[in-house]
Structure formats: C-alpha cells, structure tokens
C-alpha cells in the first residue's frame, strides 16, 4: 500500500477534478443559458478549437486500462501491442481526410444521426443501440475493472467499493457539466496522466541501466523478439504482421471514426480546420504510448530477470505450477520502483485515465439516448426534457457497467479481452460507414440488413468460440477474425444493394464522395496547421517508426 501523503496527494487531485469540473460546466451553461440548451449540454455550443479536441481524444481512448494493459502487455509480449496505438495514428488520418467533412457539413449531433442521413432510421436506431452497449462494455465497464485492480492493490480498499467512488464523482461532474466540463477536465487528466507515465518510464529506464542492459537480458533469456512489433507467421501471441494489416483496421474505423464516444469531440468542433486538425495532433501524441505505457512493462520482465523486481505478492499456483498475474504488474512498479512523494502522481495519473474514460463515455451515451432514442418517441420534447432524459440514461449505464465486472474479470489479459469484444462488434458497422462513405451505390436496405446480419454474425461466432474453444473457430486470432467477419459484412452488404439498389434523397447524395481526392480539395490553413501537411508528416513518421521496431 501506499504512504498517507501519496494517499493524500491522489485524493486532493480527485477533489480538484470534480471542483473544476462542476465549475466549467456551470459556468459555460450559465454564459449560455439563451442559446440552444442541448447543443451547449451535449456539443459544447460547437465551440472546440484544434488542441482541445486532439487532447480529449486521446484522454478518452487512453484510461485506466492502457496504463495497466500496456504494462501488462509489455511484461508479457513486449512491444507487440504497440501496434494498437501507432496503427491508431493511420485511422485517425482517414477521420480527419475522409469522415470529418460530411460529419460537420450535415451537422449532426450523433453518429446514428449521420447513418440516418446516408441510410435510414433503422440503420440509426441499431447503431445508436450497438453505440451504447459498446460504450457501457468498452469504455467504462474495463475502464472500472483496470481501476478497481489497481486501487484495491495500493489503498488495500474494496475493489468494487473504490471504482463506484471514483465513478460516482465522474458521474456527477459529466452530469451536471455535459461535454464543456468532459473536455476541460480531459484536457488536465491528459496532461497529468501523460507526466505520470514519463515518471514511470524514466525510473524504470534507470533502474535498469540503461536500454542496453535491458536487451541485454533478454538476449540471455533468449526474449529478443520482445521488441518486435511485426511478428512471423506462427507466432504464439496470435498476432502476426498480416493480423495486424488485416485486421487492426477493421477495429481501428469504428473505433475513431464510428464510435461516438470518441467522434463526439470532433462533433463538437468550432468548424472543419479544427474537426481536421484535433484528430492530426491526437495521432501524433498516439506515438507517446509505446515508449511510456508498453516500454516500462518490458522493463518491469527485465528487471524481474534481474531480482530488482519481487514479483512474488502477483503469483499463484495454477495446476501445481507457480503463475504469474500480470495484471498487477503496474501497481507492483509503482509500490517497489516509485520514490514516496512521487507516487501520489501516478495514482492521480491512473485515476485520470479512469475518471476521463467515464467522463466520455456517459456524454456520449447521454448523448445518443437523448437524440437517437427520446427525440424519437418525444420528437417536440424541449431541451431541457432532452438533457434530463441524458442524465438518467448516463446513470442507468454506469449501474449496468458495475454489474458487468465480475464477468470481464474473467481474462487473463485486458487488453486482449477488450480487443476480443471489439473485433466481433465492430466489423459490420466499419462497413456500413465505410461503404456509405465511398461508394455511393450502397443502399439504405443493405446497410440496415448488414448491420442486422452482421452484427448476429459477431454475437454466435464470439459465443460458440468461448463455449468450444478447442474448435476451427475457437482457434482463430480475434484480429483475424475481425477481418473474416468484415469481408463477410462487405460481400453481404454488396449482394444485397444490388437487391435493393440505392435511392438517394437530396441529402444522402450529399454524403459520400465521388472520388477519395474529392475530400482533398478544401484548401484548409495556411503553412504547418495545414491538415494535408500534417497528414503526409504523420505517414511519414509512423512508417519510419515501424521500420525501426519491425
């Protein structure tokens, strides 16, 4: 456990949160109180400039669960599950080129309103219905499960009785502050959680000597392929380079560019220049992860290789033989490898990937369940009834993610449970955006069906896989079986467009583009800020950082 002044450090931050939190939110509703209630609740008036919106994207996918999972990851695949966050930075370019324009052009509130506007109002109420279920699962159920491990390890409380404190006082914020306060506080957790995980790599880094000693060892451990993020075919992780091409994108759309947890940022930016921007900037600051969240697990091994690291309260017995739980391999680093004084940091730091993932994922959820489901059984409810009927379904969600726990718990690994779960929901909605965005022919029978058809494809292969693991599907790598199931969602939704050919109104023949280089002909700013700058900067970078780590 940790010392009382850490102790206290971590809850002065949760308390500093919540007073900011409030405030803003208060405060940006007070200064508008004559303008468009909702819109200033749910978009913040659409008032986000460019950092704002790369900040609180990447507060919102970064929680709780990277900073444990990458550990966790690092200590036992190496730098494999960097792949996850630099193939980010590529989906995010086709956010800000391709998906940003027909979002802000249709002034959409939600993403199953835009589906609605390409499609039909069935396509909008299955998404809204995946969106929110995925949103309760993904984004706050795991993000509580990482946190509850991690503060029942260092505050010796209940796990259960620490996440519902912690998520309660995230639920009253995002509540009563709607998107204003989510981002502001994002935008702080960011910045702390970031100076959290520096802290951790630096002292890891020199504990171990150095990144030499570090390879060192693992040439004597003959574990040198740790630092391969592009493993051969056969590899015991599951995850070889074709997975990740083939599959990592299917996960990668709908994640940054279908998800309203984390598009609603960008749906509420001041105008396309910064909808463009926000996503750019997150992707280069999606370079972070690897070197702060994956690095300090890789040299937790080698420092457990080398008796600097007891790793003796996370072993069990299993089958007779001593296993190590990785799991809590993040907050054993913190309690042996942190000075005291210095520790209150990293705890507020995860506390700001837990609290942030919350944060966002209630908006966005209030959001959706107020324009995608209220509105359309109560079309002329005021914007009051609109964001009263957002809180009670954001409160509702959080109930239902606690009730979840015990049954996510059940994975080795959080971050491959979580890219489990994705990988079987995402592929029909990655293509039914995909398709309505670039091919025009892609009708509004065909996207209802594939999102029906699909999304029951994903439901029995993922059950039939868990209750017969030993089976042909069983034995597939969930990022392959995203990319199955993606190719099953696009030859279906093909065959049955040309069943039901397309019948555009004046607005959905709007909403795709003609040619890909048609998305490229707003000019944007001028010099650096420019987006088509930025893009070709981010391609280049990446690839040069994949050939260094291949």
């Not at 570090?214 to 003959?222: E, I, P, S, T």
């Not at 650096?528 to 280049?540: P, T």
Request: glycine share 8%; net charge positive.
């Amino acid at each position: 456990m940790i010392g009382s002044f850490d102790a206290t450090v971590s809850i002065l931050y949760v308390i500093v949160i919540l007073a900011i939190g409030l405030w803003t939110g208060l405060r940006h509703r007070n200064a508008n109180k004559k303008g468009n209630v909702a819109s200033e609740y749910f978009l913040a008036g659409k008032s986000l400039k460019w950092p704002m919106i790369g900040l609180a994207l990447f507060a919102t996918n970064i929680s709780c669960v990277h900073l444990v999972s990458l550990a966790q990851s690092g200590f036992d695949t190496g730098l494999l599950n960097g792949t996850f966050e630099w193939m980010a930075s590529f989906t995010l370019i086709l956010l800000a080129l391709f998906f940003v324009p027909f979002y802000i052009k249709s002034g959409v509130s939600t993403l199953p309103d835009f589906l609605e506007k390409r499609y039909n109002r069935a396509s909008r109420d299955w998404l809204a219905f995946i969106s929110i279920l995925s949103a309760i699962i993904i984004h706050i159920s795991f993000s509580l499960l990482a946190g509850g491990i991690v503060l029942q390890t260092l505050f010796g409380v209940n796990m259960y009785t620490s996440v519902i404190i912690i998520a309660v006082i995230t639920t009253i914020y995002t509540v009563v502050g709607g998107l204003k306060a989510v981002v502001v506080t994002e935008s702080i957790q960011t910045v702390v959680l970031l100076s959290g995980a520096v802290i951790m790599s630096v002292v890891a880094y020199n504990k171990m000597g150095g990144w030499d000693n570090m390879v060192h060892v693992l040439q004597q451990n003959n574990q040198l392929n740790k630092l391969s993020m592009m493993r051969p075919h056969g590899d015991s992780s599951g995850l070889p380079w074709y997975a990740v091409l083939l599959g990592y994108p299917v996960l990668g759309i709908w994640y940054w560019c279908a998800d309203q947890t984390i598009v609603q940022r960008v749906l509420g930016a001041k105008d396309e220049n910064h909808a463009r921007v926000g996503p750019l900037f997150c992707g280069f600051i999606k370079i972070l992860p690897v070197f702060i969240f994956v690095m300090p697990g890789l040299f937790a091994y080698a420092l457990y290789q080398t008796g600097h690291l007891n790793l003796s309260s996370i072993k069990t017995m299993a089958a007779g033989k001593e296993v190590v739980n990785s799991k809590g391999i993040y907050t054993l680093m913190i309690l042996q490898l942190i000075p005291k004084g210095l520790a209150g940091v990293l705890v507020a730091a995860l506390l700001s990937g837990l609290m942030s993932q919350i944060s966002g994922a209630l908006n966005s959820i209030s959001t959706m369940a107020s324009y995608d489901i209220y509105k359309r059984y109560k079309p002329d409810a005021s914007d009051e009834r609109l964001v009263k009927a957002g809180k009670i379904a954001a409160g509702l969600s959080f109930v239902l993610s606690l009730l979840l726990l015990p049954l996510l718990n059940s994975y080795e690994s959080i971050f491959n449970g979580l890219n489990d779960i994705i990988a079987h929901i995402a592929p029909p909605i990655t293509c039914v955006f995909l398709l309505g965005v670039f091919w025009g022919r892609a009708s509004a029978k065909s996207a209802q069906l594939t999102l029906y058809i699909g999304s029951a494809a994903g439901v029995l292969v993922f059950a039939y896989s868990k209750l017969l693991p030993q089976s042909i599907l069983g034995q597939i790598p969930f990022m392959m079986m995203a990319f199955y199931l993606f190719v099953f969602c696009v030859l279906l939704q093909v065959c049955i467009t040309f069943l039901y050919p397309a019948q555009h109104t004046a607005e959905s023949s709007k909403l795709y583009w003609r040619s890909p280089l048609e998305s490229l002909q707003s000019p944007g700013w001028q010099g650096f800020g420019n987006y088509k700058f930025l893009s070709v900067l981010l391609i280049g970078v990446m690839v040069v950082l994949f050939w260094i780590f291949r």
